[in-house]
């Protein structure tokens, strides 16, 4: 399966706890982009990667969120002290430079705070 | 601000029933509308991509449209298998490389 992969499928995890997930972007896809999907609502943008930079945050990506890609390959994004808020589906999802180029999704890191 | 709004929220159809689904939209000049399925527990599947008023596209049972102010995803004789939340997202022409989604039509298809 050559898709956006994402790990862990599923964390639970106590609150005030740092979580990471991790993201390998399809082959070759230079552009990397981190959603979140509460229930009921479709996905909304967190932040985007041009090979290791950086390129776009969402005023949604407080302080205790940070999101890397070094080498321009995989990515992490962590939660840190984390709130019964943040609960959530954290999707993943890769494309390449164009704009308007077919965006990839992951299947998505489900994240329970308790 | 973009938005996207979607409806039905939900629709449930008998098999071989078939029906449309709405998407309006509000942008600040559009770069590509996307259309996604999404089942219970995953990520959105990619299904089609439009880019200008009047563009149409067609996979089985699926054909999207696009006029300047909505795009319609038409179901032709849905089956069972159809059945999933359909997801509709507008990526602008404002600098942003955010799509930005409306909260999607659910659809049922009963056999």
């Known amino acids: 399966d050559t898709g956006v992969s994402q790990d862990p499928r599923h964390k639970i995890t106590k609150r005030g706890q740092n979580v990471t997930f991790r993201c390998d972007p399809i082959?070759?896809?230079?552009?990397l982009y981190w959603y979140r999907q509460t229930l009921g609502q479709g996905p909304e943008f967190l932040t985007y990667?041009?090979?290791?930079?950086?390129?776009?945050k969402s005023r949604l990506l407080s302080d205790r969120f940070s999101a890397e890609r070094p080498k321009g390959s995989f990515s992490t994004l962590e939660i840190q002290r984390t709130e019964q808020g943040d609960s959530a589906m954290y999707l993943c999802?890769?494309?390449?430079?164009?704009?308007?180029?077919?965006?990839?999704f992951g299947e998505g890191s489900w994240l329970t705070v308790v | 601000e973009d938005q996207v709004t979607q409806s039905p929220e939900a629709l449930r159809l008998q098999e071989g029933e078939s029906s449309s689904l709405n998407c309006s939209y509000t942008v600040s000049g559009l770069r590509g509308l996307f259309w996604y399925r999404q089942d219970p527990g995953k990520g959105p599947e990619f299904l089609f991509t439009?880019?200008?008023a009047g563009e149409e596209k067609e996979k089985e049972r699926l054909k999207a449209t696009l006029t300047k102010k909505e795009s319609f995803l038409h179901i032709t004789a849905p089956k069972p298998e159809d059945s999933a939340t359909y997801l509709c997202?507008?990526?602008?022409?404002?600098?942003?490389?955010?799509?930005?989604f409306g909260k999607g039509t659910k659809l049922t298809v009963n056999p």
């Open positions: 990667f041009q090979n290791e930079a950086q390129l776009e």
């Open positions: 082959s070759e896809h230079n552009r």
């Open positions: 999802a890769s494309t390449n430079e164009g704009g308007g180029n077919t965006i990839y």
């Open positions: 997202a507008v990526l602008s022409q404002g600098g942003s490389e955010k799509l930005v």
């Open positions: 439009l880019y200008s």
